[in-house]
């Protein structure tokens, strides 16, 4: 096992467009995270799965953002009508069973740029 | 409210200098585990120590130790004789039993100069 993989490592999207970002958590990790990083702060929670279910999205997830995770495998994150404001590193992570009671893992994250 | 603050943004040492990093945390919960992550320049967190808090006992691998101390909400992280190769973003983080996300600090940027 590779670890958490995210793509693409790295976009630049005209701002209005849509980009989709997808991340293969480590196999047989039932829990998947997503977490924003701009510049000079630490990462915000998004959102997170168990298994497809999505059992939590943070204020900070807009009617623009949504994820999916529809096999309880990858995920995606979609993107609409991108910002100015949402040029960050989106990370992933992923877990068997709760964080408190075992470790997370990070992906490389994606780091999108809107121009 | 739950929160983590890294009061350092920045700092710059000399090659084989020690170098404490410090993270003070908020919490009502009495049960809640302490993380730190290294944050190369390609943006993966690398996990480095989790600590919970029942556990005051401070605790040291190789060259890196970390202090937890309840009374002072801190979780410090302390780099002995640093290397050119320690220099990457330190991020402090929590997690309480209340939920399963990790809060985390704005990190602090370790420059170890040659």
């Known amino acids: 096992d590779t670890g958490v993989s995210q793509d693409p490592r790295h976009k630049i999207t005209k701002r209005g467009q849509n980009v989709t970002f997808r991340c293969d958590p480590i196999?047989?990790?039932?829990?998947l995270y997503w977490y924003r990083q701009t510049l000079g702060q630490g990462p915000e929670f998004l959102t997170y799965?168990?298994?497809?279910?999505?059992?939590?999205k943070s204020r900070l997830l807009s009617d623009r953002f949504s994820a999916e995770r529809p096999k309880g495998s990858f995920s995606t994150l979609e993107i609409q009508r991108t910002e100015q404001g949402d040029s960050a590193m989106y990370l992933c992570a992923s877990s068997l069973g709760q964080i408190m009671n075992t470790e997370a893992f990070f992906g490389q994250g994606t780091r999108l740029t809107v121009v | 409210a739950q929160k983590v603050t890294q009061a350092q943004t920045e700092i710059s040492v000399v090659e084989k200098e020690d170098v404490t990093l410090d993270c003070v945390y908020e919490?009502?919960?009495?049960?809640?585990?302490l993380f730190w992550y290294k944050q190369p320049p390609s943006g993966e967190l690398v996990f480095l120590i989790r600590r919970n808090s029942f556990d005051e006992q401070n605790e040291i691998s190789g060259r890196y130790s970390w202090n937890f101390q309840k009374s002072t909400s801190s979780f410090n992280f302390t780099i002995t004789a640093s290397q050119v190769v320690d220099s990457a973003v330190y991020v402090c983080a929590l997690i309480t039993n209340r939920d399963d996300k990790i809060i985390f600090g704005k990190g602090t940027r370790l420059h170890i100069l040659p």
């Open positions: 196999s047989e990790h039932n829990r």
């Open positions: 919490t009502r919960d009495t049960t809640y585990y």
């Open positions: 799965f168990q298994n497809e279910a999505q059992l939590e």
